[in-house]
């Protein structure tokens, strides 16, 4: 089945519904955004816990659908439009959705880039999705990118039948707690995310010659004996060292140098 298509998979049950929120923090107190909420199975048992829903789905025909099935539901508020598109809560809300497989990474990354970023996030991914951002096996671009905002965790599996096409890939429940005091300062989100996406994409042996156009020939020296990162590749540097490469780097880096991270 084309990963497409897998936008199309929504949860059938609200029993499944249920089980999924009772592995939440969401409660009577939360704004909740929902991305995508297509038949309005999530939708309907959301706005039995929680102080207010606001339902983002593209599909018109579903649109039309929802408002009416949600007609009586004050709390409830179904808005047309394209997620990414889409200007984010200015007050605190939480996220619970069952997202378009095809656009996990952008969907995440508009988070993360956000001024005011959602207090907790529960979203149901595919399994790989969800291993990368919790950094399993090793960290990765997808991990490096989250934990300094966000502690990631896999807390639940959904059977493949509570779906209403049965997709051929594993789908989990995926928490992001925002941190009380994160790793970064945010006017140096935007820079950290070029630095860790170059490093990630230089297709390079190690992580030092990954930033080989980047870092001088002396910074590389310096970074590779400071933080003991001799023959490491990138998805081998621990989030800790990522982190404090990244905080050297950014305090003697000239515009030029930014500038390449860019490209």
């Not at 394209?82 to 995440?108: C, E, G, H, R």
């Not at 502690?151 to 890939?169: A, L, Y």
């Not at 989030?239 to 905080?247: E, P, Q, Y």
């Amino acid at each position: 089945m084309p990963i497409a298509n897998l936008s199309q998979n929504f949860i059938k049950f609200p029993s499944i519904v249920r089980q999924l929120l009772g592995v939440t923090s969401i409660n009577k107190n939360d704004k909740v955004l929902e991305i995508g909420p297509g038949l309005g199975v999530i939708t309907q048992e959301l706005a039995k816990i929680s102080r207010q829903v606001i339902a983002v789905e593209k599909d018109k025909n579903l649109v039309e659908k929802l408002r009416i099935k949600f007609e009586a539901a004050d709390n409830v508020e179904i808005v047309t439009a394209d997620f990414l598109d889409y200007p984010l809560p200015f007050d605190n809300y939480k996220v619970m959705a069952n997202i378009p497989f095809s656009i996990t990474a952008k969907i995440v990354e508009k988070f993360l880039a956000a001024n005011n970023q959602p207090e907790e996030m529960y979203l149901l991914m595919q399994l790989e999705a969800a291993e990368k951002y919790e950094g399993i096996k090793h960290e990765t671009q997808s991990s490096i990118l989250v934990k300094p905002w966000y502690e990631v965790k896999i807390i639940g599996d959904i059977d493949r039948t509570s779906f209403t096409k049965k997709p051929q890939i594993d789908i989990v429940i995926v928490s992001f707690v925002k941190r009380e005091n994160p790793f970064l300062r945010d006017y140096l989100k935007s820079i950290y995310f070029d630095f860790v996406k170059y490093g990630f994409n230089q297709w390079q042996p190690t992580f030092i010659k990954s930033f080989g156009k980047i870092f001088t020939y002396k910074q590389a020296k310096t970074f590779e004996k400071k933080y003991h990162l001799t023959n490491l590749k990138p998805s081998e540097v621990s989030l800790d060292n990522w982190l404090l490469v990244f905080k050297d780097f950014a305090k003697i880096a000239t515009t030029e140098q930014i500038e390449k991270l860019k490209s």
